[in-house]
């Protein structure tokens, strides 16, 4: 506990202090995000906040961390280094897409196949236990590709990625430290250090972004820790003191909000006959903004829905898989319809009320 301690301590202090220091080198060379379009912040802002995070996050670990965790650990920190890289260039020179997703292959592949953390089967999923070493891989590859791009395009609002990674990190880091998984412990509560500094910059009003360079990072080094927390509590000993029943299930509730709303947008742009990868503004934070919301107000009720639906897992998980996973999608799909249904009631609402203004 006090290794886990020290490395969110550090990397909170590091992180708080590192921040100011990036705002002021981007702004004296006028490297900023302009509004416009998509985005909704109204003030040109730095965007690379991530450099602050992936610092404090490293220092804290290579400080902290044992030595034996550094070896186990170090095809992992390299891929981190990777998905930083990539998120800098991004954020300074905007890259293809189909370069982003080559560099996501090239970092899952390294996890995978150098440090063997894989979805090893469908943990009773539709009654499915083992699967093929090749459709373990290429379903571990796959889910960290959605994990790492939703959480990115959750990036779209003060506070939002931000909060929404302390939540997980907190969740997946108390667990690991229950179930004497110490460095994935430690790589979790070095995040919620630094996502906790950086938030004193990133809440409403907003004095930096964390750009690309730390929604790919944090988004890539979430993926991980879900992995190895399903693949990890489903082979617990049944008698262990802290194994859920239901890892997968558990496992979505913590990600829900990325992974939900990347799958809603994909979905209601396909109905509308448009590529799932165009830019637009139905997301959930831009639904709640529509109804009148700040940035932070949205943040909140997102973190708290976030926070409910965990409960709610939590409390079921004596359920297994099998039910507790509809269960979670049929929760979000009310609260989505509910939610758009609001949101057209409000826009019909004002519409009339525009036209009751200009008949008086």
């Not at 990890?232 to 000993?237: A, E, M, R, S």
Request: aromatic residues 12%; contains cysteine.
């Amino acid at each position: 506990m006090p290794q886990t301690l020290a490395s969110l301590i550090t990397s909170f202090i590091l992180t708080f202090l590192l921040t100011p220091l990036v705002i002021g080198f981007f702004r004296k060379r006028n490297i900023m995000d302009i509004p416009g379009g998509r985005k909704i912040h109204t003030g040109d802002t730095p965007s690379m906040g991530g450099i602050a995070i992936f610092i404090g996050v490293m220092l804290a670990l290579l400080i902290w961390m044992p030595l034996p965790g550094l070896q186990r650990f170090k095809f992992f920190y390299g891929a981190m280094g990777i998905m930083f890289v990539v998120g800098l260039r991004d954020d300074l020179v905007p890259v293809r897409p189909m370069v982003k997703l080559a560099a996501q292959l090239l970092c899952a592949c390294m996890v995978v196949f150098l440090m063997d953390i894989r979805l090893m089967s469908l943990y009773g999923f539709f009654s499915v236990e083992e699967i093929p070493y090749g459709v373990s891989v290429v379903l571990t590859v796959f889910t960290f590709i959605v994990i790492t791009n939703s959480f990115n395009l959750i990036d779209g609002l003060d506070g939002l990625a931000s909060s929404i990674g302390v939540v997980a990190f907190f969740v997946f880091g108390i667990y690991f430290f229950l179930v004497g998984q110490i460095y994935f412990s430690m790589v979790c509560f070095g995040f919620i250090g630094a996502l906790i500094a950086f938030l004193n910059f990133n809440w409403e009003p907003s004095r930096i972004f964390m750009g690309d360079t730390g929604a790919l990072l944090i988004g890539f080094v979430l993926a991980v820790v879900t992995i190895k927390f399903i693949d990890f509590n489903h082979y617990l000993l049944d008698t262990a003191p802290f194994k859920l029943n239901s890892s997968v299930g558990v496992a979505i509730s913590i990600i829900i909000i990325p992974l939900f709303d990347t799958l809603r947008v994909f979905i209601s742009r396909a109905m509308k006959r448009r590529s799932p990868f165009s830019p637009d503004k139905t997301h959930l934070h831009h639904l709640l903004m529509r109804l009148g919301y700040s940035h932070s107000q949205t943040t909140l009720i997102m973190i708290a829905t976030n926070i409910v639906i965990i409960g709610v897992a939590l409390a079921l998980d004596f359920l297994g898989d099998n039910l507790l996973v509809p269960i979670i999608v049929l929760i979000c799909v009310i609260l989505s319809i509910s939610l758009d249904n609001i949101v057209k009631a409000a826009i019909a609402k004002k519409k009339r009320d525009v036209k009751r203004f200009r008949r008086d």
